[in-house]
C-alpha cells in the first residue's frame, strides 16, 4: 500500500484579512465566537486568537459581553480569557452561555 503525499492546503482568496473580516462583523452586530468562526469559514480556535490581537489593538474597542451560567445565573465578568468557561464554580453546571463579542 503506498503512501500519497499530501498536498499542502491552499489558503482561500480573499479580498481582506481575516482580521479585517472579523472587525467589520463585529462592527454589525454583537457574536459568539462560534458564530464568528461559521461566518468566516475558520475554526472556533483561530477565531479566538485573531480576537486576542483585535483585543490588544486599543484602536478597535473590542466589548466583550460576559458569559453567563444559565441554572444559577452567575456571571463570568472577571474573567479574562476569551473562550468560554467549561462550568459554573457556584452551581457546577455546564449549561453557560457563551461570551459575546462586538466593537463600538
Same mark, same amino acid.
Given at each position: 500500500?503506498? %503512501?500519497?503525499?499530501?498536498?499542502?492546503? %491552499? $489558503?482561500?482568496?480573499? $479580498?481582506?484579512?481575516?482580521?479585517? *473580516?472579523?472587525?467589520?462583523?463585529?462592527? =454589525? =452586530?454583537?457574536?459568539?465566537?462560534? &458564530?464568528?468562526? &461559521?461566518?468566516?469559514?475558520?475554526?472556533?480556535?483561530?477565531?479566538? *486568537?485573531?480576537? =486576542?490581537? %483585535?483585543?490588544?489593538?486599543?484602536?478597535?474597542?473590542?466589548?466583550?459581553?460576559?458569559?453567563?451560567?444559565?441554572?444559577?445565573? /452567575?456571571? /463570568?465578568?472577571?474573567? &479574562?480569557?476569551?473562550?468560554? $468557561?467549561?462550568?459554573?464554580?457556584?452551581?457546577?453546571? &455546564?449549561?453557560?452561555?457563551? $461570551?459575546? /463579542?462586538?466593537?463600538?
Amino acid at each position: 500500500m503506498r %503512501i500519497r503525499p499530501k498536498q499542502p492546503d %491552499i $489558503p482561500a482568496d480573499r $479580498p481582506e484579512t481575516l482580521r479585517h *473580516e472579523i472587525t467589520a462583523l463585529l462592527i =454589525e =452586530e454583537s457574536l459568539t465566537a462560534r &458564530e464568528i468562526s &461559521e461566518r468566516v469559514g475558520i475554526q472556533e480556535k483561530e477565531v479566538l *486568537e485573531h480576537l =486576542e490581537h %483585535i483585543k490588544i489593538a486599543r484602536h478597535a474597542g473590542l466589548v466583550i459581553t460576559a458569559a453567563l451560567c444559565l441554572a444559577c445565573g /452567575f456571571s /463570568f465578568r472577571k474573567r &479574562e480569557r476569551l473562550k468560554g $468557561p467549561g462550568r459554573c464554580p457556584v452551581c457546577r453546571s &455546564e449549561h453557560i452561555a457563551e $461570551p459575546r /463579542f462586538s466593537i463600538r
